[in-house]
């Protein structure tokens, strides 16, 4: 059984707003809840699932959470569930506070400059924990970290790479001694770029791309040379392709 | 004004097997609608806009349309639209009929192995064309091109890669003479690949992979190194990498 008041909060929890006041947020899913609560970086609040998903739940984490199980029926998951079709499980977890001041020595730092697709946000912090980039440091326009959908597409990387949303233009300027690489179209060839030890490198949205303002920050315009006719690239892919060339 | 039936009809796009039918699909909003008339591949059967779309739309494009052109309220758009929220205009047009036999030689052939988010195709057709790939070759479970969120993120990258769905097993077998790369977990690191002037380069599926029978046929089996922890690359930015490692 699930009361009308939990459902109504689960619910609310789709809400940037709600989440933040709550300072929790929901993963769906079999494979997304298994993986957050193996790694158990986020601490898990309420898990709300069908018999199924119990019975194939392995002893030790059955035990763990015991008390934060709630074993509720198919059409109760329909309605708290924001897939389309529900998926077994629903789970309830803290947030974690994002480390800041960041450390920017001698690594490369992922700048995000208002991406606004969940999808593609999800994405590049499952790039950024492929290729070991600590830190990423979004604008406060680019999507939530902890939108459903970017919890969905991150899996466990939500919890291994730390996630600030700041004002880039002031972060960028308070550490002018770190060179900034802004990726943007007709700019230098990443082949040429060589590897980076320390650096920001600056993505932007998806239709405007990069501020003026922060390109204008930019030691160097950097860019993937394109051999046939496509417009442009997914955000998620050049970042991709740049940390691949550059690390 | 729009029909019922038209409704009906325009609705009915949005499955495969009504597309396949009547070998047309559907573009909606001003970028993509507006791309895939300049580049007049395919051949637009009908036009279905709001005032505003119209009077934005150059004097050549609304003169060489005229008799095709509907404009129609925002409501009404609306009950044709598969978007969330409409966007000033949505357009049928014919499918193309793909190459087969396709042109594999001197040249790297991106083969999916049932690839099945339309998103991520989208993003795919979209790294061929940045890399002047000719061909993508499909197995049958791949997602359809002609989905509305493929053509919605491919842009006018669809009507420059020729798309060809078939057996990929029979394909590359009968392409014994061509080698072949599968991009897998725990392969070759591409890094050591070098160029490829020819041959094909297998993706497989989001979750599953690429199945066994079709890695055995592989002549190389390749990987982009990991340097973190993420448990794997979403498969479009996988294809990017890639791409440009080899291209």
């Known amino acids: 059984m699930i009361t009308k008041a939990t459902v109504k909060y689960i619910q609310s929890l789709q809400h ?18 298994r993986e957050l609560l193996d790694t158990a970086v986020f601490e898990c ?41 529900s998926n077994n499980v629903l789970a309830i977890f803290h947030k974690k506070t994002a480390l800041d001041p960041i450390n920017i020595s001698k690594t490369i730092t992922l700048v995000l400059d208002d991406v ?44 291994r790479v730390n ?8 972060k960028l300027q308070k550490n002018s001694n770190i060179k900034k ?30 501020s003026k303002e922060i390109v204008a920050m930019a030691d160097e315009k950097i860019s993937i040379k394109r051999l046939g006719n496509a417009e442009s690239l997914n955000v998620a892919v050049a970042a991709g392709i740049i940390l691949y060339a550059v690390s």
């Open 116 to 159: 606004q697709d969940p999808g593609n946000l999800g994405t590049i912090i499952r790039i950024a924990d492929w290729f070991a980039i600590p830190t990423i440091l979004c604008s406060r326009a680019t999507a939530d970290c902890y939108n459903p959908k970017v919890v969905q597409s991150t899996m466990a990387s939500l919890g």
């Open 45 to 85: 609040e309420q898990i709300y699932c069908t018999e199924t998903w119990l019975e194939g739940l392995d002893t030790n984490l059955a035990n763990r959470y015991a008390e934060r199980i709630n074993v509720i029926k198919d059409f109760e998951l329909e309605k708290i569930s924001a897939l389309k079709v």
């Open 181 to 210: 690489y802004a990726a943007v179209l007709g700019g230098k060839d990443i082949n040429g770029v060589g590897k980076i030890k320390e650096g920001f490198i600056i993505l932007g949205n998806e239709s405007k791309g990069i």
């Open 16 to 33: 940037k707003k709600v989440r933040d006041e709550n300072n929790m947020f929901i993963a769906e899913g079999p494979k997304v809840v």
């Open 163 to 170: 996630i600030v949303y700041a004002d880039i233009f002031e």
